[in-house]
Each structure stands twice: as structure tokens, then as C-alpha cells.
């Protein structure tokens, strides 16, 4: 049973160092997603900004076409004055020509004000174009450094997956399927020390009883809190 319990820590050792690898990896793969992230909303921001530029020169050339017809119709009825027969309709025709004026005058202010947003979004879109710009580059040359990290940690994952191959082999079946599945159910630590009595997987103690059994190191105990497997650890001594 020692040599077991002491297979069975070596184990734990190297699946620690497996996890701790593979958490390498995803805190990598998560900040070049974060950066991605960013950059897509920025992206999408330019965008919004590009199609508000779009439809409002959609609307500038609307209301130009309309000042066109308007000073059409102007012309028309300046014409018509010349021949008008009665006052009334003299009235008539310079209250038209009037409104037509006004509505044109306003068109004209529309188009001021579409011109300036235009302006001010077209200052954004390449603002932030270039931040996009540099945020990708830096992206591009962040990304080629956790590649290489990426390949290294999972060459020497390999390696340990190996060296754990070979382990878990020299471990009787019964005990291998139980850490197994306690390493699965147990965030990666299926056997733990116990320290003062104390488990170190989940920090609770255990009865004086099973800490005098988990001593003497003949038996494989499991703690009856988080149900790791458990072995004696000593205190270690403080510098
Ligand atoms: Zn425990």
C-alpha cells in the first residue's frame, strides 16, 4: 500500500504539472481573444458610423433634388406674374413663390447639418481606424509570441502525458479508475496531504481518529469532506 500511496503522489504531481500547462494555454488563447474582442467593437463601431455618413448623403442628394424642382417651380410661378390679370391672384402667386422660398431655406439647413455630422463621424472613422490599425498589429506580433508559448507548453505537455502514461501503468486498476475520477470531480487533485490534521485539498479537519490512521500510511483513507484520497504530509518548515 506505501508503494502505492507514493505512485499515486507521483502521479498527482504530474497531472498538477499537466493542469497548471494547460492553464498556460487558456489564459493565452483568452487574452488574444480579449483583444480580438476589442477590436471587433471597434470595428463594428466604424461601421455604425459609416452607414449613419451613408444614409445621410443618401438624404443630402434627396433634398438637393428637391431645392432643383423647388426653384423650377419658383421659376414658373415668377413667370406666371408677369401675366396675372386679377390682384388676388397676384397675392397668390408671391405667397407661393414665398413658401417655395422658405421650404428651400430649410432644405438648405438640413443639408448644413448633415454635412457637419458627416464631417465630425468621417474625423471618428478614421480615428479609429487607426487605432484598429495599431491594435492589430500589436495583436499580429502578440499572437505570434503565445503561438510559440503555445507550442512549447504543449511539447512539454506531451512530455509529461508521457511520463504519466508510464505512472499511472505501475498503479493497481481499482485505484487508478478512483483517482481518476476523483481528479476529474475534484479540480484536477484526487490525493492530497494532510497537514496538523488538517486536509489540504479542502482546508477542513479531519476526526483525530482517521489523522492517526492517515499517519501510519497503511491504508489509503479518503477525507471525509471533499472525499480526496489522503496521505500524511508534514509541516513544512518556514524559512
Ligand atoms: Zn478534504
Do not use: W
Not at 408677369?82 to 402667386?93: I, K
Not at 495599431?134 to 507548453?153: P, Y
Request: glycine share 4%; aromatic share 2%; charged share 35%.
Amino acid at each position: 500500500m506505501k508503494e502505492d500511496l507514493s505512485r499515486l503522489i507521483v502521479l498527482q504531481e504530474i497531472d498538477l504539472q499537466i493542469k497548471r500547462l494547460d492553464d498556460e494555454l487558456a489564459t493565452g488563447q483568452a487574452d488574444i481573444q480579449k483583444r480580438q474582442d476589442v477590436i471587433d467593437e471597434r470595428k463594428d463601431k466604424i461601421a455604425k458610423y459609416a452607414a449613419t455618413i451613408e444614409s445621410s448623403d443618401t438624404r443630402r442628394i434627396e433634398l438637393e433634388a428637391e431645392i432643383e424642382a423647388e426653384l423650377v417651380h419658383i421659376k414658373d410661378r415668377q413667370s406666371k406674374l408677369m401675366n396675372v390679370q386679377t390682384n388676388r391672384e397676384y397675392q397668390s402667386l408671391l405667397k407661393e413663390i414665398e413658401e417655395s422660398k422658405k421650404n428651400n431655406k430649410r432644405r438648405e439647413e438640413e443639408i448644413v447639418g448633415l454635412m457637419e455630422q458627416n464631417e465630425s463621424l468621417q474625423k471618428k472613422v478614421t480615428e479609429q481606424g487607426n487605432v484598429c490599425k495599431s491594435e492589430e498589429q500589436l495583436l499580429a506580433e502578440a499572437g505570434e509570441k503565445v503561438s510559440a508559448l503555445i507550442q512549447e507548453t504543449q511539447d512539454k505537455k506531451l512530455k509529461f502525458e508521457k511520463t504519466r502514461e508510464q505512472q499511472a501503468k505501475k498503479i493497481p486498476d481499482h485505484l487508478r479508475r478512483r483517482y481518476d475520477q476523483l481528479l476529474a470531480k475534484r479540480n484536477g487533485l484526487a490525493i492530497t496531504g494532510v497537514t496538523k490534521g488538517v486536509c489540504q485539498g479542502c482546508f477542513m479537519n479531519i476526526p483525530p481518529q482517521q489523522f492517526n490512521e492517515v499517519l501510519k500510511g497503511e491504508q489509503l483513507l479518503s477525507c471525509p469532506t471533499c472525499q480526496r484520497m489522503m496521505f500524511h504530509q508534514p509541516e513544512a518548515k518556514e524559512e
